[in-house]
Nanobody
Framework: QVQLVESGGGLVQAGGSLRLSCAAS????????MAWFRQAPGKEREFVAA????????AYADSVKGRFAISRDNAKNTVYLQMNSLKPEDTAVYYC?????????????WGQGTQVTVSS
């Protein structure tokens, strides 16, 4: 198990940028695939981006491709989400999630979320 704490959310104007961070505590961070999800008011939680344990593979939702970038620093037990060209429809609570590469087939470790609000 890992404990996840997100930070970096806030209020930004459309077209602006934010970088979210997710700090993990616990053992063997490099054994976990990591991902970001988001949930807007009245909507279901949706996938945003994912990165493999080594950082060599990434995946993105179509809605954020070319604007967001996920990365990780295993030495710092941290995963990042760089968000550029933000749009009002990116407004949501953003959650960090982890999946153990050896024992899990789904993301079963979640942070508390950080609010991102994009004004038009």
């Amino acid at each position: 198990q890992v404990q996840l704490v997100e930070s970096g959310g806030g209020l930004v104007q459309a077209g602006g940028s934010l970088r979210l961070s997710c700090a993990a505590s616990g053992r063997a961070f490099s054994s976990y695939h990591m991902a970001w999800f988001r949930q807007a008011p009245g909507k279901e939680r949706e996938f945003v981006a994912a990165i493999s344990w080594s950082g060599s593979n990434t995946a993105y939702a179509d809605s954020v491709k070319g604007r967001f970038a996920i990365s990780r620093d295993n030495a710092k037990n941290t995963v990042y989400l760089q968000m550029n060209s933000l749009k009002p429809e990116d407004t949501a609570v953003y959650y960090c999630a982890a999946r153990n590469t050896f024992t899990s087939t789904s993301y079963d470790n979640w942070g508390q979320g950080t609010q991102v609000t994009v004004s038009s």
